[in-house]
């Protein structure tokens, strides 16, 4: 009984309560139409007897690949609120990423948004017992016209705490990416950190171009809570977003660097329809302080940075107060711990450190990861000494704000897409002309980072740029693809003979005063 007590709710009940509360409000706005909270909320119930008659019962796990559109949350919370567990695709990857995940999950399903991924879809189809698509395909069965053939449903909460709602997969340093799992309580405490730190509007309007599998998506039940509307757009185009923006006074978006970067490089006209924003939330990869102080100027004093990671989200946010172009240093901060995470950083020997001295940030918070799916080593790895290792350095100054100086791991984020350099430098090494390979993030103003190759040649062999780009692009798609290949005669090496990227990043790296983006 004292477990039930101090029980939080599920992410089945926490999303039918946020629907109840405003039936004839709008809850989602896209391209093709909108969608109010009760016909939300039917749309969840139709969704869930098209599972239930499928065959899925509690403890399935169905993968989703699917486009911004409100059938892609939908589905998401009508299996998570029948005690399955869902586990996004992630829209970039490749049919090898994807098909390990689909096995790795243990996916008895596949839902697929045939709009954007009919070709994958019908790839992945045969891989799982069941698919289902969001409208006519030339695979599996159509979701939204078996539910519309079912007639009216009662959307019903029938998760339990201990259910698995979510495994989020993440690279590793290994090359083999891992699944971050989390259990109902874990998922709402995300959502109810988000609503006490991330500065919403009373009522948002929040515009989502970014991809909703992963971090855009994390604000649609905030969203919901708040009695606000969700807007999506298939992809990005700055001049489309701006318009969008004016046309539907959206007060509340999030973007990567790089999609601020190409609002920034519009005209005047085009910046000046932003101005109904009153919440840019930036994050993934760090932002160029020349291009944020830019952004200040041009699009006014909305910006607000988070940080976090697939293992725990969010970890800090550097709030709207601290985005002020009289103390640009603050620039380089990632923010202040939120309410509902102990943040500690932490030497090599687990002892912490003073401030403003240099350790690994180490999270606690009921919205971390219940642990890696199926990987008990690196689990107690990552849980080592009782705190989450994120890896990243950082220093934190009196206050309590953190700056991220370096990264224990090599993870390269581009374009705010995480690229682990193994899974490019295995794709490079299987050429046959490549001897030796290391792969780095060098910094680059649209990107944050630019993933680059350094290549050995094996004797008497050669390969161009040209074509060792174009065999990362095939093997892993855009996000890992090398912006730069450089053929060098030799690699620097440790004592011990590992490569040694430090030496690779330092004539890269030395100006900025740090090792990452």
């Not at 909270?37 to 749309?43: K, V």
Request: with cysteine; proline share 7%.
């Amino acid at each position: 009984m004292q477990d039930q007590v101090h029980s939080s709710p599920t992410v089945g009940r926490l999303a039918l309560r946020a629907l109840r509360r405003h039936p004839d409000r709008t809850a989602f706005v896209s391209e093709t139409g909108s969608m109010t909270y009760r016909e939300t909320a039917d749309t969840i119930g139709r969704f869930q007897a098209v599972l239930t008659a499928q065959g899925l019962r509690r403890g399935a796990c169905v993968a989703i690949l699917s486009g911004n559109r409100p059938e892609t949350w939908c589905a998401t919370i009508a299996a998570q609120a029948l005690g399955m567990r869902t586990t996004p695709l992630h829209p970039m990857g490749s049919v090898d990423d994807h098909r390990f995940q689909l096995d790795d999950s243990g996916a008895d399903a596949i839902v697929v948004d045939p709009v954007a991924y009919q070709a994958r879809g019908g790839e992945l189809a045969g891989d799982v017992g069941t698919a289902l698509t969001f409208g006519p395909a030339d695979f599996g069965l159509d979701l939204v016209a078996a539910g519309e053939a079912h007639g009216a449903a009662t959307a019903v909460a029938d998760d339990h705490l201990d259910d698995i709602a979510i495994i989020n997969y993440t690279g590793g340093t290994t090359g083999r990416p891992k699944g971050a799992m989390r259990r109902h309580p874990s998922s709402v405490a995300s959502t109810i950190a988000i609503l006490a730190d991330f500065e919403l509007p009373d009522r948002p309007r929040y515009l989502a171009a970014a991809p909703i599998s992963h971090v855009a998506g994390s604000k649609i039940m905030p969203v919901l809570l708040r009695g606000g509307s969700v807007h999506l757009m298939s992809g990005f185009d700055p001049q489309k977003f701006a318009a969008r923006v004016a046309a539907e006074q959206i007060n509340m978006t999030l973007a990567v660097p790089t999609m601020v970067y190409a609002l920034l490089d519009q005209p005047d006209d085009v910046v000046r329809q932003l101005d109904p924003l009153e919440l840019l939330l930036y994050g993934a990869s760090p932002m160029s302080p020349s291009r944020l102080e830019e952004g200040l100027a041009r699009i006014g004093p909305v910006f607000s940075q988070l940080y976090g990671q697939t293992e725990c989200y969010p970890v800090a946010v550097l709030p709207r107060a601290d985005h002020d172009p009289a103390r640009p240093e603050l620039f380089s901060a990632c923010g202040y711990p939120v309410a509902s995470c102990e943040v500690e950083l932490l030497d090599d020997d687990g002892q912490p450190v003073p401030d403003g001295e240099a350790g690994e940030i180490c999270v606690r918070g009921p919205h971390t990861m219940g642990e890696y799916w199926k990987r008990p080593e690196q689990t107690a790895e990552a849980f080592a000494g009782g705190w989450l290792h994120t890896s990243d350095i950082a220093r934190r100054d009196e206050t309590g704000r953190l700056f991220i100086v370096d990264r224990k791991k090599d993870m390269i984020i581009s374009g705010g897409f995480n690229v682990y350099p193994k899974e490019v430098e295995d794709v490079l090494s299987s050429h046959p002309a490549v001897a030796m390979v290391a792969v780095i993030g060098v910094p680059d103003p649209k990107w944050g980072e630019a993933v680059t190759a350094f290549i050995v040649a094996r004797p008497g062999a050669a390969a161009t740029e040209d074509e060792l780009i174009a065999l990362v692009k095939r093997s892993k798609g855009g996000p890992h693809t090398p912006k730069h290949v450089e053929f060098v005669e030799s690699l620097p090496l440790t004592a011990v003979g590992k490569i040694d990227k430090k030496v690779l990043r330092e004539p890269y790296w030395s100006d900025t005063g740090r090792q990452v983006g």
